[in-house]
């Protein structure tokens, strides 16, 4: 090999993976979250609103503690800027220990907490889910090593293959009248299939270990991003709580339902980003780039979500007829707001990992603290003022008019760029959609059938926006793809495969994978 291949290499190695990567891991994404939607429109046929209240009650406690009981440790090996090898063990030990504990809490106050939710009935289904906490503890080190080295391919089996069987039990289960425990046992089921192969598909697996300074260092850099998911989260879920407590569970059913269809954008897009962000975006910062790719990761973003987000807030009402019939109607209120919101939620999240890319996590707890802050009152007066479509205005509000500014400010800080340079590739995106969402509503109007209704505005508001939009998205997705690798040639990017190099290693901690 000369001297040009040899420098070339690591380049070509981290271009075909993080392309890899990114391709695999849409399509895992896709996919999982089609089938887990395919799983919601089926139950909503079967089940009552009352049965999706009691999961959305079991939700808010098992979402909160599955984020908490890691301790945000897992970014550390996910940021690919230390050799696993010195770090894996102690955030396996720290991840088994808090979610065990944690598990147990949960099951043993599960009956208070549900009657604080406003929900009494449901704690023997936030018992159930709690298992979850504990599997997701222990799947926490073999998740991040296979986000980490860009193996979405086996990982979107993985997901796939638990989106699967939840759907296979959940049915079943639905039919013979177990009500809201099908969809808890069904989620039990799809998590131990999906912990159980990450396990498999992970490059090295690792035993529990203690090391003083790998856990001064995790938790340095986890620990507050652990507090900032705990806040964002409880502020997420707070609406359920609001919802729950004032309307009672069969309108916090339809909450959930309406939640659930508007942010299937979001979940979708920013899981599909997730799955190269953090270990391209901790390479990038380590070459000194990461301020030049935010703006078009930043754009190319928003060119998936604001059309989308858009959609969703013009065509709610025969949206919601078509998938789940006039019984859900009052969905359809709540996902004006929640549909703008969804794509407030794309945004924040791409600077929460810009945040954690550029080594800074401090400033994310204090933003999800004024968060917080401001949803709590602005649902309050919601719920109270407009129901359900009161909810989706207050987070729509809150996320666009206080949240996403401070969010910009401090990742401009972070990064060294400026604002102005980060939004300007979202310009033309915003104000295309907000034109693709009008025509889409006066196209529904001009038919009666919610089917045909629902179908008009769609083409009629994604050809406006493909026709406003498209040579400007090919140019920021080529600007993007170009910077991806560049830093590959910048001295000190560390390979993607740097985890299986042949070096030393404790063999107490690791046992490699067999080659079969």
């Not at 503690?65 to 010195?86: K, M, Q």
């Not at 004006?336 to 794509?343: D, K």
């Not at 945004?347 to 954690?356: H, P, R």
Request: one cysteine or more.
């Amino acid at each position: 090999m000369t001297r040009e291949e040899a420098k070339a290499a690591p380049v070509q190695a981290v271009k075909a993976k993080l392309k890899g990567g990114l391709a695999w891991g849409a399509a895992g994404v896709v996919a999982g979250r089609a089938l887990q939607f395919l799983t919601m429109l089926i139950l909503a046929r079967i089940l009552a609103p009352e049965h999706f209240g009691a999961l959305a009650v079991a939700q808010v406690i098992q979402t909160i503690a599955v984020n908490v009981t890691e301790l945000g440790a897992t970014a550390a090996l996910a940021r690919a800027d230390r050799d696993p090898r010195e770090i894996a063990p102690t955030i396996l030990t720290l991840g088994v220990a808090t979610s065990a504990v944690i598990t147990g809490s949960v099951m043993l106050f599960a009956p208070p907490l549900a009657a604080v939710l406003g929900d009494p009935d449901a704690s023997g289904v936030i018992q159930i889910l709690s298992v979850t906490i504990l599997l997701s503890g222990c799947s926490g080190v073999p998740a991040a090593l296979v986000w980490r080295d860009y193996l979405q391919r086996p990982r979107a089996f993985v997901e796939l293959a638990g989106a699967v069987l939840t759907l296979a039990v959940a049915v079943p289960l639905a039919k013979d009248g177990l009500g809201a425990y099908a969809l808890v046992w069904s989620r039990v089921a799809g998590q131990l299939l999906t912990t159980a192969g990450y396990w498999i598909i992970t490059p090295v697996r690792f035993r529990p270990g203690f090391d003083r300074r790998a856990a001064g260092y995790v938790l340095r850099l986890g620990m507050p991003l652990a507090l900032a998911n705990l806040v964002v989260f409880a502020t997420l879920n707070l609406d359920y709580v609001i919802v729950g407590r004032q309307l009672g569970p069969a309108q916090l059913g339809v909450y959930l339902l309406a939640f659930s269809l508007a942010n299937l954008p979001s979940s979708l897009i920013t899981a599909m980003i997730r799955t190269v962000a953090l270990p391209t975006f901790g390479r990038l910062h380590k070459a000194g780039l990461l301020d030049r790719a935010a703006p078009d990761v930043l754009g190319l973003a928003a060119y998936l979500a604001m059309p989308i987000s858009a959609l969703l807030v013009g065509l709610a009402s025969p949206l919601v007829q078509v998938l789940y019939g006039s019984t859900w109607q009052g969905a359809a209120a709540a996902m004006v707001g929640l549909g703008i919101f969804g794509a407030g939620r794309i945004v924040s999240e791409i600077l929460a990992d810009l945040c954690v890319g550029g080594g800074r996590t401090t400033g994310l707890f204090w933003v999800q603290m004024l968060w917080l802050a401001c949803l709590f009152p602005a649902l309050l007066l919601g719920v109270s003022l407009a129901g359900v479509s009161g909810a989706g205005a207050a987070h729509a509000i809150v996320i666009w008019a206080a949240v996403l500014p401070v969010y910009f400010f401090l990742v401009a800080r972070i990064i060294k760029t400026s604002v102005k340079r980060m939004l300007v590739p979202s310009i033309i995106p915003i104000f295309a959609a907000i034109g693709a969402g009008t025509l889409g509503w006066l196209a529904s109007q001009w038919t009666t059938p919610p089917v045909l209704a629902l179908a008009s505005g769609c083409l009629a508001g994604a050809g406006l926006y493909l026709a406003l939009t498209a040579r400007a998205a090919k140019r920021t997705y080529l600007r993007l793809s170009q910077l991806s690798t560049a830093g590959a040639e910048q001295e000190g990017w560390p390979e993607v495969d740097a985890i299986t190099a042949p070096e030393t290693t404790n063999t107490s901690q690791t046992t490699p994978r067999s080659s079969n």
